[in-house]
């Protein structure tokens, strides 16, 4: 069950991605049409900003926060790697992340090639770091390369938690906000992604999330109310949204933050989701930056 988690997190790292580079999008409706430059993404502070932005924004909801998730997804476009280039720049990864209990996938065909690591840090969080080049018989070669991390806390004191399925099945949370833990540990791994992705010789497009609960049902004003609160908390304004079976999905733009991706000619940096949760009897919120790339 391990392994089958960690190749849905692949798919939904990928698939979420692709949206930030502007070809589907999972939980809007709209298409996003193209990438923002992405100031967040060559800067540090633009970096520290980000996800000050979700750690802001999700505060105000009143939500324990859970857990947390910071991914990257970053193409080169011309270029061929072989299945032992690709284990040479994971292996470097991996020293980056200092990975514990490291397992290694690989792969390689005649076009194409991969190779996959994956692991937990000391402080219990999951890494999974893959690489993946492709030669077509037409068009350009592409390498990619998507990078991990996904940490879950015990929602009453921000205590590591040992899986992202402990953050999925914990008693609903008695205590609300972000403990400093959990709002540290975000703020550093989006810095650490972005360096670590960066000195691996790709270009970072980074995106990160903040999941939690709240220990209720909450009706529709109830929603509406904390998601005015989320986009109040970072001067943000919507852009888009949708309400469909127990879940409501709002796009904004906040000016507290560079980069973001368009989305019919808008630009949107900040998507916050509720979702019923009707299995525990609490309402789940997730805060993401640009998009949020996780299933909920």
Same mark, same amino acid.
């Given at each position: 069950?391990?392994?089958?988690?960690?190749?849905?997190?692949?798919?939904?790292?990928?698939?979420?991605?692709?949206?930030?580079?502007?070809?589907?999008?999972?939980?809007?409706?709209?298409?996003? %049409?193209?990438?923002?430059?992405?100031?967040?993404?060559?800067?540090?502070?633009?970096?520290?900003?980000?996800?000050?932005?979700?750690?802001? +924004?999700?505060?105000?909801?009143?939500?324990?926060?859970?857990?947390? %998730?910071?991914?990257?997804?970053?193409?080169?476009?011309?270029?061929?790697? +072989?299945?032992?280039?690709? %284990?040479?720049?994971?292996?470097?990864?991996?020293?980056?992340?200092?990975?514990?209990?490291?397992?290694?996938?690989?792969?390689?065909?005649?076009?194409?090639?991969?190779?996959?690591?994956?692991?937990?840090?000391?402080?219990?969080?999951?890494?999974?770091?893959?690489?993946?080049?492709?030669?077509?018989?037409?068009?350009?070669?592409?390498?990619?390369?998507?990078?991990?991390?996904?940490?879950?806390?015990?929602?009453?004191?921000?205590?590591?938690?040992?899986?992202?399925?402990?953050?999925?099945?914990?008693?609903?949370?008695?205590?609300?906000?972000?403990?400093?833990?959990?709002?540290?540990?975000?703020?550093?791994?989006?810095?650490?992604?972005?360096?670590?992705?960066?000195?691996?010789?790709?270009?970072?497009?980074?995106?990160?999330?903040?999941?939690? +609960?709240?220990?209720?049902?909450?009706?529709?004003?109830?929603?509406?109310?904390?998601?005015?609160?989320?986009?109040?908390?970072?001067?943000?304004?919507?852009?888009?949204?949708?309400? +469909?079976?127990?879940?409501?999905?709002?796009?904004?733009?906040?000016?507290?933050?560079?980069?973001?991706?368009?989305?019919?000619?808008?630009?949107?940096?900040?998507?916050?989701?509720?979702?019923?949760?009707?299995?525990?009897?609490?309402?789940?919120?997730?805060?993401?930056?640009?998009?949020?790339?996780?299933?909920?």
């Amino acid at each position: 069950m391990r392994m089958k988690r960690w190749w849905l997190a692949v798919l939904a790292v990928g698939v979420g991605m692709a949206a930030m580079r502007g070809q589907v999008s999972t939980v809007q409706a709209a298409n996003p %049409e193209r990438t923002v430059a992405a100031a967040d993404a060559q800067a540090g502070q633009g970096s520290r900003n980000s996800a000050d932005l979700v750690v802001q +924004s999700f505060r105000a909801t009143g939500a324990a926060a859970l857990g947390y %998730e910071v991914h990257s997804w970053s193409q080169q476009n011309g270029r061929f790697l +072989s299945e032992s280039q690709l %284990e040479a720049i994971l292996d470097r990864l991996q020293q980056d992340f200092h990975l514990q209990n490291a397992k290694k996938v690989q792969r390689s065909a005649k076009n194409d090639t991969f190779c996959a690591i994956y692991g937990q840090r000391a402080d219990g969080a999951s890494v999974m770091l893959t690489a993946s080049s492709y030669h077509p018989s037409q068009g350009e070669d592409t390498t990619v390369l998507v990078v991990r991390v996904d940490r879950a806390f015990q929602p009453e004191t921000g205590a590591n938690a040992h899986s992202a399925t402990a953050r999925a099945s914990a008693a609903p949370a008695q205590a609300t906000g972000v403990p400093e833990p959990v709002a540290a540990g975000f703020r550093a791994d989006f810095a650490a992604v972005q360096q670590n992705v960066a000195g691996a010789g790709f270009t970072p497009q980074i995106s990160g999330c903040i999941e939690g +609960s709240v220990n209720a049902r909450m009706s529709g004003g109830q929603k509406e109310r904390l998601i005015s609160e989320a986009l109040g908390a970072v001067q943000a304004r919507r852009v888009e949204g949708i309400t +469909s079976d127990g879940v409501v999905s709002i796009s904004a733009d906040s000016p507290l933050a560079p980069g973001g991706i368009l989305t019919h000619g808008h630009r949107m940096n900040l998507q916050v989701a509720i979702h019923d949760d009707t299995y525990h009897q609490r309402t789940d919120v997730l805060i993401g930056t640009p998009i949020i790339t996780v299933s909920y």
